[in-house]
């Protein structure tokens, strides 16, 4: 079945750690990929985006995501979290011509101070 | 503010009665976007509109769940006869385009649906 895979469930990290978040899908064909975010009583809001172009894309706050089409991946990075990055992080697909973006099962990361 | 606006915030039905949310997305937005998102769980798409066509609802999990939007701007997603299983967030989003073009989408707040 076609789906979302995020690999960590909750992660936890010391400030100025670094953080990678992993994401895998299951879609043949040519696909829009996002990052979202949610921080703690927010809304979710978009994080960065792949369309097509480099497969290193970079995003706000100092996030970067890369696509690797042959491993099906589109793992979020950041070279060193601070304690405002504590949020929900979700991976999204979108496959080209459709309407129904998915969503992986998020990954909730604490930064502590 | 100029975001998405979904009302009510919170929703606690019995089982067995009709609810209706509330979607206003950010005007001048062609698309509108359901989304069902239960506790743990990322959202899942219910429903699609374009202006004021419903393009797809493959996502509605039942005939009980019904979404109209028949200005192409506010969205209703009623759901008849709540059971539990219903309970959850529910999460409009709109687009500035849609279709094959590229776009993308702003979420409003959510309505958590409580059935009990």
């Known amino acids: 079945a076609q789906s979302v895979s995020q690999h960590n469930h909750h992660v936890i990290l010391s400030e100025a750690a670094s953080l990678e978040l992993g994401c895998n899908y299951s879609y043949g064909g040519t696909v829009n990929l996002f990052w979202y975010v949610q921080y703690p009583g927010q809304h979710l809001q978009l994080l960065l985006k792949?369309?097509?172009?480099?497969?290193l894309v970079k995003g706000i706050k100092g996030f970067e995501a890369e696509f690797i089409k042959s491993k099906f991946s589109f793992n979020l990075r950041k070279p060193s979290v601070q304690w405002s990055d504590t949020a929900e992080y979700f991976c999204?697909?979108?496959?080209?011509?459709?309407?129904?973006?998915?969503f992986g099962a998020g990954t909730r990361l604490t930064v502590k101070p | 503010g100029a975001g998405v606006s979904q009302s009510p915030r919170y929703k606690v039905a019995k089982r067995g009665q009709d609810v209706a949310l509330r979607c206003d997305p950010i005007s001048g937005h062609v698309s509108l976007f359901w989304y069902q998102q239960a506790l743990g769980q990322g959202p899942e798409f219910l429903t699609y509109?374009?202006?004021?066509?419903?393009?797809?609802k493959s996502g509605l999990p039942s005939d009980r769940f019904f979404a109209e939007r028949p200005e192409g701007s506010v969205s209703t997603l009623k759901i008849q006869r709540t059971q539990q299983e219903d309970s959850a967030v529910y999460l409009c989003?709109?687009?500035?385009?849609?279709?094959?073009?590229?776009?993308?989408?702003?979420f409003g707040p959510g309505t958590r649906l409580t059935v009990t």
């Open positions: 989003a709109s687009s500035l385009v849609g279709g094959q073009l590229l776009y993308e989408q702003y």
């Open positions: 509109f374009q202006n004021e066509a419903q393009l797809d």
């Open positions: 999204a697909v979108l496959t080209r011509g459709g309407n129904d973006m998915r």
């Open positions: 792949y369309f097509s172009g480099d497969p």
